[in-house]
């Protein structure tokens, strides 16, 4: 059974920094690309930060220079670092895995960001 989780998530003020967690199970995680999207109230889904299989990255434009992607092979996880963080961040951040035609995703975590 293929699992993501995202954790991480929660209520910080503007400026401050939030690290995303997302646990994959029940894949090969290192063949499979991993792509953080994000939907906020109002807004469809918008894809915010890639990693490929070989760490190569790709960034949205609202989150460039913010926001930075890794991976742990080892630990069968994805991480997003998220800095200087804005309110217009906020919103349910949902991590995907694919390889080509096959996508998984994990159930969302909230990030509010509020003063």
């Known amino acids: 059974q293929v699992q993501l989780v995202e954790s991480g998530g929660g209520l910080v003020q503007p400026r401050e920094s939030l690290r995303l967690s997302c646990a994959a199970s029940?894949?090969?995680?290192?063949?499979?690309?991993i792509t953080w999207y994000r939907e906020a109230p109002g807004n469809g889904d918008e894809l915010v930060t890639t990693?490929?299989?070989?760490?190569?990255?790709n960034y949205g434009d609202a989150v460039k220079v913010r926001f930075t992607i890794s991976r742990d092979n080892a630990n069968t996880t994805g991480y997003r670092q998220m800095n200087s963080l804005k309110p217009d961040d906020t919103a349910v951040y949902c991590c995907?895995?694919?390889?080509?035609?096959?996508?998984?995703w994990g159930q969302g975590t909230q990030v509010t960001v509020s003063s």
């Open positions: 995907n895995a694919h390889i080509l035609n096959t996508h998984y």
């Open positions: 029940g894949i090969y995680f290192r063949f499979y690309g």
């Open positions: 990693i490929n299989t070989d760490g190569r990255t």
